[in-house]
Every structure is written in structure tokens, then in C-alpha cells.
């Protein structure tokens, strides 16, 4: 059957516009229409393309979503080999090789066109008249493989070149590799469907872009930079500058890399190193290094190759990230919160430029996950400033030895009870102010301004109160005397004296102060300051039970079990105890007693959006009056939702669960319904 010609216009039209709005999407990162519209087109032309079988093509878009599997990728010659870079780490030897360079081109200062070194896999991409028709791995550099398919859906390549006047042959080559963000995703993916996860996201994009079925690829999101032409015949190519050679690959469609830049002279090369070495951490992909090239093209051909390298270019690498070293033991560390950290103790290695003895394993999970163990080869990565982890085990390594690592019950600083909430993935200790590993941190926040307000007593103090043992507690404050402090380093009489002074100061508080600057986990200056307010004396707080404390405004089972958690530690008690024998006071209140009576007493109220005539501390305040909670958030448990204008997510909600809802009118008659 003859296809009508309105059909083939039609066709032609929207491979054309689906390639356009890819490319928009893919490599600009500005799409103009809507996912919605993109996907209508694309359905059109799968389903002309399905009726007319004749049109179907290997460049069309809708080829992009993988083919069937393959029994094994067959072998590709490379017309040109593709080589590698000598690589350079210190300065002194990119001096060198700008060195060598004028004095082979006897020339005065080169221009280089300089590029990040993409950590991918390199890649060869054939066109034939704008056509894409076969792209292949580097494999030995001369033989790689046909990976065609696979590339074929990686949407930043182009299947056709956007010119009109394409050249005959065109090889461009790149790197193809997994943006940072969609490696994330994907190990996300891998472990919740149990799979292995990857180590970085090279290795990645290499297990991706080789897979015998490109379906797989066809849902990994690779793209690809293009950093280089393998050859070109007929058309109009650039022939003087790699960098116009890179400007050209561009307006073909190419994603280039847009660190790109062109520099003068061995300062022009180290500056640059310098300037992405400072992004290198900010950049969405990984880099390990810059790669330095002559610009002039001719230079580069009189400059030629030695061995497999060539002599115009030159990769000056960043220090490595990752190494794999020895771990020789677990040991547990307690942070300043109590949260008990597994940190590796490793065989010394240098990783990201720097040696490293220690790196965290997060916590047990992660230890499971990673299935790591006592004497396992380990890969430890360092990137930037960030704390070095072991991100992997290299499992082929293991000894037989190996040992499996378990959460101690105690923590390892007071002997207290470790515990971990079964939803968290943290196991903290449970004693607060007495771990000494967190009573630096519970001091300064003990005395700072909004809590127990002890002026002069910071870090510097702090530490050295700790670390001469004058101050284990914060009750130890209370019994510091003079000669004591004046021997501190840096402490003179009159300094000692004015901190004495503020220490003695502190003394008269509120109970909301005071239960604040406990530092009880969960609890902030608003929920103290609703505790203090409910229950108006310490020994009724001290008393509640789980119930009794969700009472309390905003107070959910979360909030309730910390505080709870907190009061049963003895040392926590006797701290309180102290505090309060050695002169710490506030005016003790009657409990706020909810209303008896009254439609509002007893009832959870949620507030979303502006009340005409109420501010949401005043409808707060006339709820709580009433003998009714204000919570934060709707769920089953909450009677009445009153909502003003611009109600948020909380009104959905509160329609989705069938909770009344309650204008201002309505929330004033139900006020009043009682008086
Ligand atoms: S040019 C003849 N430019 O590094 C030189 N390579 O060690 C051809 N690479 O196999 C390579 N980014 O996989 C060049 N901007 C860049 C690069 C780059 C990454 C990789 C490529 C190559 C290896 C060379």
C-alpha cells in the first residue's frame, strides 16, 4: 500500500518537532511545551509509525525506547584509534608540558583549549549524511564494541545532525555519563528492589550503557558531552581550532562541556585547574581532572602521538576521591545529640589529598546494607571537605576472617542504655547531660540566652570546665567557687567573678526556661513553653504518663515518648534534683485545667489559613480557654478543622477524612454554644 503523501509530510514534521522539544528538554535544559504535548506527539507518530510500517526508521524518536536484547555486542574497528591521555598531577609537570610544547612548536606562548575531564566512559559516534548509525565503546583504543542500540536512547544524542548540509561522514566522540542527581535516584531504586547497588556513578553509567538489552539502558537517564571529532569527510568543518571544532559539534547538537574555556601559557592551564577544581564539588557530574589541549589544529597534527598518547594534550588529574584500603576495626563514637556513629578504623590511605585513618559508616543499616565487616577491603571515598566514608566492600578481597560488627546496648562513653526508635536509623544514648561526649554540647545549650541565659559561658569555657573535670553536669555550675575558676586558663579575678556572678544570676528562672534548657530531645522553646503552661509545676510534668503529656498543645506521640525517655533516665533525675537543691527556682502555677464542659473541652481543633477578625495566637488562645488542643497537623484524631482564607493542605485533608470543617462564623457560634 502506497503511503499518502500528507502522511509522510506529517511524519517527517513530527520527528522533527519531537527531536527539537527532546533536545530543548535534554541538552538546553529549557523545554517549551508541556510534558502533556510532548507525550501527544509522540504517540502520534508511534501510532502512524505502526500503521505505516514502510516509514518506520532507525533515526526516528521513537526508537529511543530500547530494542530487544542482544546475545552479545558485535566488535567495532575504530576508523582512528582512540587513544588516551598522559596524565599530569603536579604542577611542575603541566610547566613541563607546556614546556615541551613551545619547544617543539618553537613558538611563544600556546593557546590551549582547556575542558573538565568527565569521569564516564569514552564513546565514538558515527553519522552518515546526519544520520546516526552506529556508535561503539573504546574498548583496546582500535577494536570496541556496537553499542548502537543503547545509545540510541540517550536523548542528549541527536539522531540527526541539525544541519541541513550535513558532512558525509562525521565521527564525533564523547563521554557518556550519569549526572550525580540520577545516580542517586538509581541506587535508590537498586535498593529498594534489593539489587546491588552501584559504587560511583561511572561505574554506573558503564554497567548501564553495556547492557545486552537497551531497554535497561533506555531507563537509566546517561547523557553524553561531546569533547572531540574521530574523523570528518566533506561538509563544512572546522579545520583551525579544536575549540570552534567544539562550537560547531554545538550547533550540531551536541551537548558540550560548558566549562569549557580557551587559555593562554602554563598560569592560563594551572589557573583553570584551579577555578574547576573549586566547582568540582557544585558541578552535576563528576570530574576527575582537566584536560589541556592545543588549540591550533595544525599544531596538534605536527605535534603528534608517542605511543598511544598524544602530544598536544595532556589530563591533569584532581587527587582521587576514592582508594580501597584495609578496615581494621569498628569502633563507635557518640556525637553531641548522643547519636552513636560507627567510624572505620583504616589501614592509612591517601584519598581526595589528603591521608586518611577514619571514615564513618553511617550507621548499622548502612553496615548491613553494605554487608561490611572487620578486615574487608573497603572503598573509601573522600570528596571535598566532606567527611570520608566507606561507600563500598570489595567483596572478592574478603578474608576469612572477616568479622561481623554489632550496635553495642551501652554507649560507649557512660555505660548507659543505647536506644534506637524503630522507625529511625540512628541508635542514640539515652543518657543526656551525663554522657560526657554530650555534655559540652548540653552545657552551651543549658546556658545559652533563651535558656538558662549564663553570660560568658562559652565553647572556650565550656571545654575547659569539661576537660579539668570541675563540671560534669549542669548542677555543677552551681557549685563552682572562685579559686577554682580563676585557674582556668585566661581567667582572671574579675573575669572569674562576673562568670560567678552570671552563674548565681541564672538561678531565678521560669519553668519554661528550665525544662528548655534541659535540652530534651524534641523539645524546643515553644513545646517547653506549652509544658510549662499545662502542667505548671515540674513534679506534675515529671508524673505524666504518655497520655497525660499528649494533652498537651502540639504534644504527639513523638514529642511524649522523648520526654518520657528522658525523665526515666535516673542521672537525668538526680540532675534535676540538684539543680533545683541547689538554688534554681521559679514561680510554680496551678495547672491549666482544661474546661470541664463545654463543646470544646476534650476536642482536638487544627487552625489552617487568615481568620478575618482572629489572629492564630487568639483563635489558639480562645480553643485552648475552652478546654480544646490546637494541633499542627490533620489526622483522624482531629474534631474540627476552622479554616479562613487560603486554607492550605491541611483543609484537603481534613475533606479527604471527612473531619467538619468550620468557617469563622461557624467556629465563633461553636465557641459560644457553651457560654
Ligand atoms: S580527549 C586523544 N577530552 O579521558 C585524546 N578525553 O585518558 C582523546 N575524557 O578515553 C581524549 N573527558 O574517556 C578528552 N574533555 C575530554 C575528556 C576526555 C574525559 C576521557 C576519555 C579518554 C580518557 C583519556
Known sequence: MAVPESIVRRVGKLREAIERHNYRYYVLDAPTISDAEFDALFRELQELEAQYPKLATPDSPTRRVGAPPLEEFPEVKHATPMLSLNNAFADDEVVAFDRRVRELLEGREVEYAVEPKLDGLAIGLSYENGAFTQGATRGDGYTGEDVTANLRTIHAIPLRLHTPQPPGSLEVRG????????????????????????VNPRNAAAGSLRQLDSRVTAGRRLTFFAYGVGIAEGGEVPRDKHSRLLDFLEALGFPVPPERKVVRGADGLLAYYREVGRKRDKLPYEIDGVVYKVNDLRSQKELGFVSRAPRFAVAHKFPAEEAATELLDIQVQVGRTGALTPVARLKPVFVGGVTVTNATLHNEDEINRKDVRIGDTVIVRRAGDVIPEVVAVVPEKRPKGARKFAMPGKCPECGSRVERPEDEAVARCTAGLYCPAQRKQALLHFASRRAMDIEGLGDKLVEQLVDTGLVKTPADLYRLDLDAVVKLERMAEKSAANLLAAIEGSKKT??????????????????????????????????A???????????????????LRFFAEPHNRKVIEQLRSRGVTWDEGAPRRPAAKGPVAGKTVVLT?????????EAKAIIEGAGGKVTGSVSKKTDYVVAGADPGSKYDKAVELGITILDEEGFEKLINKGS
Open 545 to 563: 504518663d504518655q497520655a497525660a503529656l499528649m494533652e498537651v498543645t502540639d504534644v504527639g506521640p513523638v514529642v511524649a515518648a522523648s520526654i
Open 609 to 617: 489559613g487568615t481568620l478575618p477578625h482572629f489572629t492564630r495566637d
Open 175 to 198: 563521554e557518556v555519563i550519569m549526572r550525580k542527581r540520577d545516580f542517586a535516584r538509581l541506587n535508590e531504586h537498586q535498593r529498594a528492589d534489593g539489587h546491588k547497588e552501584f
Open 510 to 543: 521560669t519553668l519554661a526556661r528550665f525544662v528548655y534548657a534541659l535540652g530534651i530531645r524534641n523539645v524546643g522553646e515553644a513545646t517547653a513553653r506549652d509544658l510549662a503552661r499545662h502542667f505548671g509545676r515540674l513534679d506534675a510534668m515529671l508524673e
